[in-house]
């Protein structure tokens, strides 16, 4: 079980990496927006597994948009690599 110093490590460094892809104009609206909505549900109140198992839905579901540009996906899947090893860790 990882420690909430690590824990809380990771969530910064992914919601960094979040904020990028929001803010980056090459990326699909929609994409965007369930990146935002990704992001929302990882930073709410809850239990972790609840709330990082929401976050991987929602990016997984735009992670093969056929508009995404290959460094976006790239991000994604960085992403969502990161949420995997936090919801093993719990």
Known sequence: MADNKDLEEKIKQ??????????????????????SEAKE??????EYTI????AIYN??????DI???PQARTM???VLS???SIKEGY
């Open 14 to 35: 992914i919601n960094g990496q979040m904020d990028m892809l929001i803010n980056d104009t090459s990326v699909p609206k929609n994409v965007r927006g369930a990146i």
């Open 41 to 46: 549900k990882l930073n709410s109140d809850g």
């Open 51 to 54: 709330r990082v198992s929401s």
């Open 59 to 64: 990016l997984d579901s735009v992670s093969n």
């Open 67 to 69: 508009n995404l540009p």
């Open 76 to 78: 994604i899947w960085g």
């Open 82 to 84: 990161l949420l995997e």
